[in-house]
């Protein structure tokens, strides 16, 4: 069946081929600007201390509204903002601070660039006089800075005075939106209450537009130190948020929430509060950005500067965090900080620490390397760390080992750490494939197996987990071969892993599912660990990786190994739309930071600022790999030695994305490339193209540079430099081997040396190489936003639709063939009327522990009400969801499973959950052909999160379906408020590749039935925004459907 396909935003586009005359000035001066110098070390501060220290005073950090962009004019005069005239007083802000302000900074340092959205993106500091270690702050105020509070209810409550003060005569909430996501706390100027007025004060923060759940408290109060507080005049205080000891969260919005609790007498000044002002103050490391990244289209550059931000606000004095917002994971672990350090290094590095200080540890890859020892899990040097337990975890920790290795080329540190990292291979090595292996995790996303899976509890992961996981264990193993390599005197043990890791490819592909019934995430390891043949990467370019629908992962985290894959197969057009989708979406619905968890179907029904399904955290580093990528892949610069002395530089650019432009920081220096595509009309019937591509590199480095063969359907005719044809090497003529270049990458990318030799190029000069392309036809362009360039348009196999019209009675209709209605009987029991084609309904819960039985609850009986349900000559409902904010991460609700399946569960009250949870991810409903249950790779089939549906004909292996007669599965919901929020992403429960358009539910007091319509096996995940309720489950059968809708209502 064709489908229609996926809706995109509404919001405007712009073109990548025709980038503007100001985005290639711009271009043209970032490449021009010259990186900082290395920051100095003054001590190592303890990050986790209480944070009320001494007061501290402000320098002024000029805003432009709520875009949060600081403007050239930005610190030049450096005046105090600490002061604030009220009622003939000088007040000042009077909550201790824990960090100084910003200090010892060059405001210009570097360019002001609008695409990113760190505020102090043009702020460097020297290296000889900052202290990294030590975090700074600075204070943005409603009055001084152009935000502006939005007043809830009710505006007749206040008045704004002339000089910006708000008055304040009965109960009002108040609501700024700070533009951008930072590490801040929220802090308010409030004159007029004392002990005994009768007036309560709240405070609230969030990082999207309502108030994350626990974070709306009492503030703490700080009187202004030149009144009495015991006085009987006005007194002011300050008063700040504090939801824990670190003070800072992840903050974007903030509310004032202002209580009258006893009447008063006729309103005069002396009985109105006075709000002077309101502010956040926001805590940053001081390092530099030495990285850079420009592309011709902006939202890629948007996106890299996107990911750096979110790495440098989870950066504290000796370690990344793992999450902004404190919701009690807060801490370093293990595996989530690979992509996290990967991008620091590319975005940061290059800052050597000073040798003033013997226990230096602020520069980035001294910080880096504090992490790599705080997380070392090794059975030489290491301890148990958090999430240790995840048996992918040590070895991303090996990547990390691996990516700080090859980018500092520091022999002596990474020989001390080498023993522990091949504690942990060869313990992966021993045991590769064990089917009975218990990973325990590999990624949040269905076809992994949705978080949490242990054989202990009865929870086994996915096959694709295992198969990802295997893959992933040969890409280690490669990628520690070449890294030995490069060590003094291990070259013996080097090609004792090399040996190894031939041994696993070879065992890999005698699996019974290589390589057809590979998935998005096995697939993209298995390219990237070279166990992937040339055959097999066309196989699934054509079917597994070809698909825009399902090519993104639930969570960015694991979407950063499939990029890898599809870079490492030479899909370069494939993978800058995979960014596009799968990170770009990500721009549309908030601002500073990429998410734990993200759909690019989200974007369709939630605007920027709104709250995601599932709640996920808004500014999670590990999201932020997709920055690493692109520095590496798409500017192509790339070490041959560690340290870069020896260096690639291969930038990708096509008639889609016609310039690239990127500075890689080393040890040695920034290396610079920028490259740009022209299309040539020679005035023969060929069409032709040009790329230009300019190199510069600090001295001491050797440096070559590389052309693709074949790109946008051009084919390489030849090479110049300075006006003189060169012959391009093959690199391994040349004895050249760049840090993960896939044999894909070597077949196309042709080196070029300086003339007449094959010597690399010298570093301290630019060289500049002209290669010139035959086109078998015009290159077609696409826009640079479209999200599809690469990729087919769209397609869902399955449509969904919802009815809002027929209320209860919709049963008879959604349920002709057979239902299951939740808690409608008065002792909260189910009433079952399968259809011959279903066997059982069961509901759960999936968290840590495993899988856990949860039952619906009675909500009544009315003869009148028409939402409720015909049944038993009356009208009744049950329910079974949860309310909006019941509880918050770690101890919320991890969502709902409803199972009906051939074996019928027992019935019992929920299971406790203990540990790190779900993170709310939604009910979940499973449907199951008969014949496949057998054959779900391990977890679906035994932990019971299935709705098994018994047709007649079903699938009759793995990946071999046999069609079946279409069905439809309703799912009844009655909203148990008027704000009440969820949506539904539907997978196909074989391959648990989505498979419909995600539908969000709202309105629906009234009820509504959502359907999907579809012919195989397939599952429900249900995911709460502001609640989700549900009453029914119901079967009606049809003739599949040929519409090309895929969304009806």
């Known amino acids: 069946m064709r489908k229609a396909p996926l809706r995109r935003s509404t919001r405007q586009r712009l073109s990548c081929h025709s980038a503007t005359a100001a985005v290639r000035l711009w271009m043209l001066f970032f490449f021009a600007v010259t990186t900082t110098t290395a920051i100095a070390v003054a001590h190592d501060d303890d990050e986790k201390t209480t944070a009320k220290k001494q007061l501290r005073r402000y320098p002024d950090i000029s805003e432009q509204g709520p875009?949060?962009?600081?403007?050239?004019?930005?610190?030049?005069?450096?005046?105090?903002?600490?002061?604030?005239?009220?009622?003939?007083?000088?007040?000042?802000?009077?909550?201790?601070?824990?960090?100084?302000?910003?200090?010892?900074?060059?405001?210009?340092?570097?360019?002001?660039?609008?695409?990113?959205?760190?505020?102090?993106?043009?702020?460097?500091?020297?290296?000889?006089?900052?202290?990294?270690?030590?975090?700074q702050s600075y204070r943005l105020t409603q009055n001084h800075h152009g935000f502006h509070q939005r007043v809830i209810f009710p505006k007749s409550a206040i008045s704004i005075l002339p000089n910006g003060a708000i008055q304040i005569q009965d109960s009002v909430t108040m609501q700024w939106d700070w533009g951008v996501e930072r590490a801040a706390w929220f802090e308010i100027l409030l004159q007029g209450i004392t002990d005994t007025d009768g007036w309560k004060v709240e405070m609230a923060l969030s990082e999207f537009n309502s108030v994350y759940p626990g974070k709306r408290r009492v503030p703490e109060r700080y009187p202004n130190n030149k009144t009495n507080r015991n006085a009987s005049e006005s007194t002011t205080y300050t008063y700040r948020l504090e939801t824990n000891d670190e003070l800072y969260e992840g903050v974007r919005f903030t509310w004032l929430y202002i209580t009258k609790t006893k009447s008063q007498p006729a309103a005069n000044d002396s009985q109105l509060l006075l709000l002077i002002d309101a502010s956040i103050v926001s805590k940053i490391k001081p390092i530099s950005y030495m990285g850079r990244f420009a592309s011709s289209c902006p939202k890629l550059t948007q996106i890299w500067y996107t990911g750096a931000y979110g790495v440098r606000l989870n950066m504290e004095a000796t370690q990344f965090n793992s999450v902004l917002m404190e919701r009690g994971d807060r801490v370093a672990i293990q595996g989530d900080g690979h992509p996290t350090m990967a991008t620091a290094l590319f975005a940061f590095g290059g800052q050597a620490s000073s040798q003033q200080s013997s226990n230096s540890s602020d520069a980035v890859y001294d910080l880096v390397w504090n992490q790599l020892w705080k997380t070392n899990s090794g059975h030489v040097h290491g301890h148990h760390v958090v999430d240790d337990a995840i048996m992918a975890y040590p070895l991303y920790w090996i990547g990390s080992v691996l990516d700080w290795y090859w980018a500092t080329g520091d022999n002596a540190k990474f020989a001390a750490l080498v023993p522990d990292v091949l504690s942990i291979l060869d313990l992966r090595i021993a045991d590769f494939m064990d089917p009975n292996l218990d990973i325990g995790w590999m990624g949040w996303d269905d076809r992994l197996g949705n978080g949490w899976c242990y054989h202990s509890n009865h929870n086994n992961c996915t096959r694709e987990g295992h198969l990802t996981f295997g893959a992933l264990v040969a890409k280690v193993t490669q990628d520690v071969a070449h890294a030995?390599?490069?060590?003094?005197?291990?070259?013996?043990?080097?090609?004792?892993?090399?040996?190894?890791?031939?041994?696993?490819?070879?065992?890999?592909?005698?699996?019974?599912?290589?390589?057809?019934?590979?998935?998005?995430?096995?697939?993209?390891?298995?390219?990237?660990?070279?166990?992937?043949?040339?055959?097999?990467?066309?196989?699934?370019?054509?079917?597994?990786?070809?698909?825009?629908?399902?090519?993104?992962?639930?969570?960015?985290?694991?979407?950063?190994?499939?990029?890898?894959?599809?870079?490492?197969?030479?899909?370069?057009?494939?993978?800058?739309?995979?960014?596009?989708?799968?990170?770009?979406?990500?721009?549309?619905?908030?601002?500073?930071?990429?998410?734990?968890?993200?759909?690019?179907?989200?974007?369709?029904?939630?605007?920027?600022?709104?709250?995601?399904?599932t709640t996920p955290s808004m500014c999670h580093p590990w999201a932020s790999g997709v920055t690493a990528w692109m520095s590496s892949a798409l500017t192509g610069i790339k070490p041959v030695t560690p340290g870069y002395s020896r260096f690639v530089a291969a930038p990708y650019v096509s008639a889609n994305y016609p310039s690239v432009n990127g500075t890689v920081p080393t040890p040695l220096g920034g290396i610079s490339v920028e490259a740009i595509w022209n299309a040539v009309d020679d005035g023969e019937n060929e069409a032709a193209a040009t790329v230009e591509i300019t190199m510069s590199s600090p001295e001491h480095t050797k440096g070559y540079i590389g052309v693709r063969k074949c790109v946008s359907g051009c084919k390489l005719n030849f090479v110049q430099i300075n006006g003189a044809v060169v012959e391009p090497y093959n690199c391994k003529r040349l004895g050249v081997l760049a840090r993960d270049w896939a044999a894909s990458m070597e077949h196309n990318i042709l080196l070029i040396t300086t003339t007449r030799t094959t010597k690399p190029f010298e570093g301290g000069e630019t060289t500049r190489v002209t290669a010139s392309y035959t086109c078998s036809k015009e290159p077609t362009t696409t826009k640079c936003n479209a999200d599809t360039s690469g990729f087919p348009p769209a397609h869902y196999p399955a449509s969904v639709s919802m009815d809002r019209a027929t209320q209860g009675d919709g049963l008879f209709k959604h349920g002709s063939d057979g239902y299951v209605l939740l808690g409608i009987n008065e002792d909260e029991s189910n009433e079952e009327n399968l259809p011959s084609y279903i066997s059982s309904v069961s509901i759960y819960q999936h968290g840590f522990t495993g899988s856990a039985p949860v039952n619906a609850s009675y909500a009544g009986t009315s003869n009148s009400n028409k939402t409720y349900l015909p049944y038993k000559d009356s009208r009744s409902l049950g329910i079974l969801g949860d309310n909006d904010d019941s509880r918050w991460y770690p101890y919320r609700n991890p969502g709902i499973v409803v199972d009906v399946s051939a074996s019928t569960a027992a019935k019992s009250s929920p299971l406790p959950f203990v540990g790190r949870l779900a993170a709310g991810q939604g009910l979940m409903i499973d449907v199951t052909t008969k014949a496949s249950s057998a054959n779900l790779g391990g977890r679906l089939a035994s932990q019971g999160f299935l709705v098994d549906v018994k047709t007649n004909t079903s699938s009759s292996s793995y990946g071999k379906p046999i069609p079946t007669t279409a069905y439809k599965l309703s799912v009844y919901s009655v909203a148990g408020t008027g704000h009440e929020q969820f949506a539904i992403r539907v997978m196909d429960l074989t391959t648990l590749n989505m498979i419909a358009p995600t539908l969000m539910m709202d309105k629906h007091q009234g009820g509504v039935w959502w359907t999907v319509e579809y012919d195989k096996s397939l599952r429900l995940r249900i995911m709460s925004i502001y609640g989700m309720h549900i009453s029914a489950v119901a079967f009606s059968s049809f003739e599949s459907s040929t519409s090309d809708s895929a969304v009806v209502e």
């Not at 930005?74 to 200090?103: C, R």
């Not at 890791?501 to 096995?522: E, F, M, N, S, W």
């Not at 992962?553 to 800058?576: D, K, P, R, T, V």
Request: charged content about 15%; glycine content about 6%.
């Open 484 to 613: 030995l390599d490069h060590l003094p005197n291990n070259q013996a043990q080097a090609q004792h892993y090399k040996q190894i890791h031939k041994d696993l490819i070879q065992r890999y592909r005698q699996l019974p599912d290589y390589p057809h019934c590979l998935g998005v995430h096995a697939s993209g390891n298995a390219i990237s660990s070279q166990i992937a043949s040339p055959s097999d990467i066309k196989l699934w370019m054509t079917s597994t990786l070809n698909d825009i629908v399902t090519i993104c992962s639930w969570s960015a985290f694991n979407q950063y190994w499939i990029l890898q894959g599809l870079g490492a197969a030479e899909q370069m057009e494939h993978a800058i739309a995979s960014i596009q989708t799968c990170w770009g979406s990500m721009l549309d619905t908030g601002k500073g930071c990429f998410y734990e968890l993200h759909s690019p179907e989200w974007r369709n029904f939630r605007r920027d600022g709104e709250r995601l399904p």
């Open 67 to 135: 875009a949060s962009l600081l403007t050239s004019s930005s610190v030049n005069t450096m005046k105090n903002t600490h002061t604030h005239t009220g009622n003939n007083n000088d007040i000042e802000w009077q909550a201790p601070e824990p960090y100084p302000p910003l200090f010892g900074f060059e405001a210009h340092g570097n360019p002001h660039l609008p695409l990113s959205p760190d505020p102090l993106i043009s702020y460097t500091w020297p290296s000889a006089t900052t202290n990294a270690s030590q975090l």
